[in-house]
């Protein structure tokens, strides 16, 4: 039976919603600069019932064996931890723990939206800003839930609810990393990601990686007796695309079942060249920062020794680089391939609750991306999916998210809220 009094009570709370959204959004949170946002959240949950409490990063959280390479440092930024506990209604309560990133990737192209890229504007249905989609519409969902469910079914928690906001999900997964070291840790855990109302439950294998090009720098007018780094790097990029067609062979060859839906989960992805100071210098070197996806069966220093070993491979077929390879360095990511078994109790009353409330059965699906879900999947024993509402143009020009699409995965969080925590375990 359809719960409608849960469904008005989100729609009575839409409006407000939709602030708290915009509001998030105008407080640009890229890393390092993600304190302003993480406050606009810390007022809503205190709003919402949440105890609050401000979890500082351990300032060595890169050195953990599970942790990414470091961005900027981690004085003064931390992760948000708001917490409920609800009146037990047995021996032994349920815990569940909300999770989301308020981290969102740079806007630096400007002039490609048509709006500022952090104005939180509405057009059509859609608000668009950066991490308007990614993902901070999913805090909004997840809140909307929570206070139509005080409305509609006081009493309604019998256990303990943790809303988990992190740092570094974009890069290292540091922020996930040190609150589950911490303890903030539950039954089972909910990602409140993007997924377009279906629910995620596997990413791949991600590292970053620098290349690092070294030229002989010099005067323009005196080009031929120096060596230009940035013409260079069509030979890395060459090996790169190599190595990329090289795992989606084998991938098609012997797919990982997790992942076989997707025809090339393994992307190689350049997404910053830079070097040079002066348009009448020729550098001294250049960097080309990429992302790599691959298979689960190779750890994280595994992937980096591929890159390496395809770069180096290349370099030797080259004059100047036989003589002076390439450096190939970690650089952020070191993401392990995960995939939650969809048959647990998470996952099937995420997908009763979606079906309640939309008519049919949810989606499952993996992406060729990742989560951090993958801490909790592979290293603390806690089953996590993602769900989340519809967007479009994440990590693009004109990110946004779905407003209908908001209160549609409000709606079946409510349900699933209630069911987790109704059950006896």
Request: proline share 7%.
């Amino acid at each position: 039976m359809r719960v409608h009094d849960i469904d008005e009570a989100v729609r009575d709370r839409a409006d407000a919603g939709v602030q708290l959204l915009t509001d998030l959004v105008r407080s640009a949170s890229t890393v390092g600069r993600e304190a302003g946002a993480q406050e606009v959240l810390a007022l809503a949950l205190g709003d919402a019932g949440f105890a609050v409490e401000r979890l500082p990063l351990p300032l060595d959280i890169d050195e953990d064996p599970l942790g990414g390479v470091r961005q900027v440092p981690y004085e003064g930024r931390y992760d948000l931890v708001g917490r409920r506990r609800g009146t037990p209604a047995g021996t032994r309560p349920r815990s569940l723990l909300l999770n989301g990133h308020m981290d969102v990737v740079p806007a630096e192209d400007a002039g490609g939206w048509s709006v500022p890229p952090f104005a939180g504007v509405v057009q059509d249905g859609w608000l668009l800003g950066r991490g308007a989609g990614d993902m901070k519409c999913g805090f909004v969902a997840g809140l909307l839930a929570v206070e139509a469910l005080d409305a509609a079914r006081p009493g309604w928690l019998t256990g303990d609810l943790t809303l988990l906001s992190v740092i570094e999900e974009e890069c290292t997964g540091n922020g996930t990393l040190a609150a589950c070291r911490a303890g903030v840790l539950a039954d089972a855990a909910l990602l409140l990601e993007p997924t377009g109302l279906d629910i995620l439950l596997g990413g791949i294998g991600i590292v970053w990686v620098d290349v690092l090009v070294h030229g002989r720098a010099g005067h323009a007018e005196a080009a031929e007796r120096s060596v230009n780094p940035i013409l260079l790097a069509p030979v890395v990029l060459d090996a790169l695309a190599g190595l990329e067609e090289e795992m989606n062979a084998d991938h098609r060859a012997d797919p990982d079942p997790a992942f076989s839906a997707i025809e090339r989960p393994y992307a190689v992805n350049v997404g910053r060249l830079e070097g040079g100071l002066w348009p009448s210098s020729v550098p001294e070197a250049t960097r080309i920062c990429v992302r790599v996806g691959h298979p689960g069966a190779w750890s994280s220093d595994e992937a980096v020794e591929r890159v390496d070993a395809a770069v180096q491979a290349a370099a030797a077929g080259h004059s100047w680089l036989r003589e002076h390879p390439p450096v190939v360095r970690p650089s952020g990511y070191r993401a392990e391939r995960y995939a939650q078994d969809p048959d647990t109790p998470l996952v099937r009353a995420l997908a009763a609750a979606h079906a309640d409330a939309h008519g049919d059965a949810p989606a499952t699906t993996t992406i060729a991306s990742t989560t951090d879900a993958r801490y909790y999947v592979n290293r603390f024993g806690v089953p996590a999916a993602a769900y989340g509402p519809r967007v479009r143009h994440i990590h693009g020009v004109d990110e946004a998210v779905e407003l209908e699409s908001v209160l549609e995965c409000a709606s079946t969080i409510a349900r699933f809220l209630l069911a987790w925590f109704g059950e006896r375990p």
